[in-house]
């Protein structure tokens, strides 16, 4: 089986939970990316190995993920990104469900399922002969697309109510009571991140704001976090005039924002406060220096 998605779209999430609604829920569930782990020490994670067999090698050798994942499931994550000698190997280990560690002898049988994922056109690759067609043609017995989040809209809202209510249910049952402004606001960015953007988005958001703080104020911080983000390539935000000699707190916050180079929530969290705490002690001692 392959799983077709944008990065951060939810793959692993989804074979997390093929695996937890099957037979297979008691054994275990072995992810791997296998775009993070280098092409020379990939095929000795994923086959294992024998001791000796290249230096460094443990003593006793090493299982690999196929003998872990052994009556569970095995998921490749990134699986566009093998080079074709280990699309071949791994082929074979597919076909037969035996393995051999990388210098030894042995067979060794295994009983896996192996869900694959990639955020690359598996097909267009098979014809520019970077991906074997026959691997493909093993692979894909069944493929499932996850359309990214700018084409499913209608998901947008229920996920980020879901993240809030993970660590601040009452404010996500208000905002839930805002539905229209708030689905508004967050649909009105294409998340090119996918679920992981959204996901971290309320995180910041959260961490950005006081356990005091009301609806509305949250409300705001999530429009301006979105416009931000719609002009990721200017200058984040104004850095305000130098303070005064005497002006020890606005002092504070002008030597913050300097050093996060005009980004309010970095310089908010390098002081110990929200962002609207910061926003509003500024704009407080901007309206002092008027009077």
Known sequence: MVILGETGTGKEVLAQSMHNYSHRRNNPFVAVNCSSISENLLESELFGYDEGAFTGAKRGGKQGFFEIAHKGTIFLDEIGELSL???SKLLRV???HQLIHVGGSKVINFDARIIAATNRNLWELVQKKKFREDL???LAVLEVELPPLRRRQEDIFPLFLNFVAKQNSPLAAQLDERKEQVE???CGHSWPGNVRELENFAKMLMASTDSGENVLS??????QEVSRRHHRDTVLNE????PDRGDGAYRQIFDALVAANGNYTK????IGISRVTLWRRLKAYQNLKKV
């Open 239 to 242: 850095i305000p005039v130098p």
């Open 267 to 270: 310089a908010a969290a390098l």
């Open 85 to 87: 000698p280990l699309q």
């Open 94 to 96: 597919i076909q037969e």
């Open 136 to 138: 493909y043609y093993r």
């Open 184 to 186: 508004e606001i967050l």
């Open 218 to 223: 949250f409300i705001a911080l999530m429009r």
